[in-house]
């Protein structure tokens, strides 16, 4: 789904994540990398398939659009280092054409050094064109993108039926991206006039509002 920003024409991928191709740049929000592993730790017993399927997703979307920039909006990483972010820094240092970009978020705790051994460099915003990304939303006199909320929507159908999906949120002055990774939340939020919503289905994304 091809949709323009203040002039820039952004294309809205299926997998949850935007291809900027005026700068050969993949944007994509709070993959969580470890959040799974987390979980298991404490208890809770959730298949580190989850974790492998953002990396397969990834590569996935490297190998069709070949990046030259990957921007990462914040949570990159849950919480502390664990052997899914071993994986992930791995899968990184496979990747010596592209420029890796982390805007930091607040679960990105890690220690720098893992960062640097996964080839990522940390800003706390990136400017590029009319754009001002972060990881949650500012004021700023610039076209605001962030991540952080992991978006969604309620649809709803003819009768009672509904159904709560992520979304690509756009208003006039800001967008919010969906979260990239598999095991997260989300928060619901409802557009108005003039707000632009796309749906990223299995296949396709669809605009919904």
């Known amino acids: 789904m091809q949709f323009e920003v203040k002039e820039e024409e952004l294309e ?16 994509v929000a709070d993959l969580h990398i470890g959040k799974a592993a987390h979980f298991r730790k404490y208890g809770i017993q959730v298949p580190s398939l989850v974790e492998r399927n953002n990396l397969w997703r990834l590569s996935g979307l490297i190998l069709k659009k070949k990046p030259k ?19 992930f820094a791995d899968f990184c240092q496979n990747l010596p054409e592209v420029e890796l970009i982390l805007v ?35 004021d700023s006199k610039h076209y605001n993108f962030h991540g952080h909320i992991h978006p969604a929507v309620i ?28 095991f997260t939340g989300s928060f619901v939020l409802n557009p108005k006039k003039g707000d632009a919503v796309f749906y990223p289905g299995e296949r396709e994304v669809i605009r919904v509002f």
């Open 12 to 27: 809205l991928l299926s997998d949850k994540a935007i291809y900027w191709r005026k700068h050969r740049m993949l944007i």
């Open 155 to 182: 649809l709803r159908g003819r009768g009672r039926q509904s159904l709560r999906v992520p979304c690509f949120f756009f208003s006039t002055q800001f967008a919010v991206l969906p979260s990239f990774g598999d």
């Open 104 to 138: 930091k978020g607040n679960h990105d705790i890690i220690r720098p050094i893992n960062f640097l051994r996964a080839k990522i460099e940390v800003v706390d915003e990136c400017l590029l064109g009319p754009f001002l990304f972060t990881h949650d939303r500012v």
């Open 69 to 87: 920039k990957i921007l990462f909006l914040g949570d990159l990483s849950h919480s502390e280092k664990n052997a899914a972010w071993d994986e």
